[in-house]
């Protein structure tokens, strides 16, 4: 039997989020567990008459690969993501059995095996930039993403489903609604030299002069909520705390803390110190990785809970978010890096953001007599 919120989602990804018309070749991957996710997206791009290619990722083999592999082995390029990243649509669900499952690798392994794919990452951010791929990621709800969440399968459901307005009889008339209060403030912003953001643990100066703000609005990830810029390369000043745990391959770090110097990561820490090398492996990962990629705004009210998946905790109402190296070429970006991390803080209480001297943001809250 078909779930018709997965049939909703779909529909809404082909004909909203990517405009898939006939004749684009498509491409749709996830994980064996997202199968169903696969098939409910590739009954709605068929019907619009797209050329259709898809890709199933199995973790268990490739954590075999990284484990019991060599070098020459591991750390080669990564065919799938060549394929998707040079179609003219590309739609993802992101959902896995076992969200733990590259926990134990060797962390420099895991460094290898990103720089072997740093030219497909290169093509993939080339593509987006131009607007000769359209891409769109998502979630596919599943035990354990439910399980990691603190949720059952149930309520992961409707959190997953409810964050994307697909309870709504119209949800695209929601996400157009929302792309329009959020183009205010990205109007407002796109003139400005340089964020000041202060909130408990962090005093942090980010020139955004000349760069590009980014209306997200459930066209590049769904569900989505937030509005972006990529910072001037060593125009970032300052020390940052990410007050929510910051997550990559089933790792945890928690608060950590970022120290700044003319735009490159200087220092890095974390609360749990026995990860701290960890940490340092992935902020290592080339040059580009020390230097920031991203600072952005989460405007999604109806996400206000971490559930320790970047989909949706990068959007929650209230907070804000910086990513260390590749940047937003449609942003105004330049800095290149195979990694792309974003780590979030709570700005509800004590947060204030100011953009050139004025106070436009304030305890989570954008301040609507600015405009």
């Not at 018709?4 to 567990?33: F, H, M, P, Q, W």
């Not at 110190?273 to 290592?284: F, N």
């Not at 974003?342 to 700005?347: G, L, N, Q, R, S």
Request: overall charge negative; hydrophobic content about 35%.
């Amino acid at each position: 039997m078909r779930d018709e919120r997965l049939e909703k989602l779909a529909e809404v990804l082909v004909n909203y989020s990517t405009k898939i018309k006939e004749g684009d070749r498509v491409a749709i991957s996830g994980e064996d567990v997202a199968l169903p996710f696969v098939k409910a997206v590739t009954r709605a791009a068929l019907k619009n008459g797209a050329l259709i290619e898809y890709y199933i990722d199995v973790p268990e083999v490739d954590a075999e690969i990284l484990k019991n592999g060599s070098q020459e082995q591991y750390a080669r390029e990564n065919i799938r993501f060549g394929a998707c990243a040079k179609s003219d649509v590309w739609i993802s669900a992101w959902g896995s059995e076992n969200v733990k499952v590259f926990q134990s690798i060797d962390g420099k392994k895991l460094k290898q095996r990103r720089l072997a794919n740093r030219e497909n990452r290169k093509i993939y951010s080339d593509r987006i930039g131009t607007g000769e791929l359209r891409w769109c990621g998502t979630q596919f709800p599943t035990n354990g993403d439910a399980q990691n969440a603190g949720m059952n399968l149930e309520e992961y459901e409707d959190f997953v489903y409810g964050a994307g307005f697909l309870y709504e009889a119209d949800p695209v008339a929601k996400w157009e609604e929302m792309a329009h209060w959020q183009e205010r403030w990205v109007k407002y912003l796109d003139d400005k030299k340089e964020l000041h953001i202060v909130t408990k643990d962090t005093d942090i100066r980010v020139s955004i002069e000349g760069r590009k703000w980014v209306n997200c609005c459930g066209q590049e990830n769904f569900p989505d909520g937030e509005i972006f810029t990529s910072p001037v390369e060593d125009g970032v000043d300052g020390h940052i705390t990410f007050s929510y745990p910051s997550i990559m391959n089933g790792n945890e770090f928690e608060k950590v803390r970022l120290h700044v110097k003319s735009g490159r990561i200087v220092e890095a820490t974390c609360q749990n110190k026995e990860m701290e090398s960890q940490l340092l492996s992935y902020i290592d990962t080339d040059e580009g990785s020390r230097y920031f990629g991203e600072v952005a705004i989460g405007t999604n009210y109806g996400i206000q809970r971490h559930t320790k998946n970047i989909l949706f905790d990068e959007k929650i109402g209230g907070s804000m978010h910086m990513a260390i190296g590749e940047a937003f070429h449609e942003a105004g970006g330049k800095n290149e890096s195979a990694i792309h991390w974003d780590m979030i803080t709570d700005m509800t209480i004590e947060g204030k953001i100011f953009a050139d001297g004025q106070l436009f943001y304030e305890n989570g809250r954008f301040k609507e007599e600015v405009l």
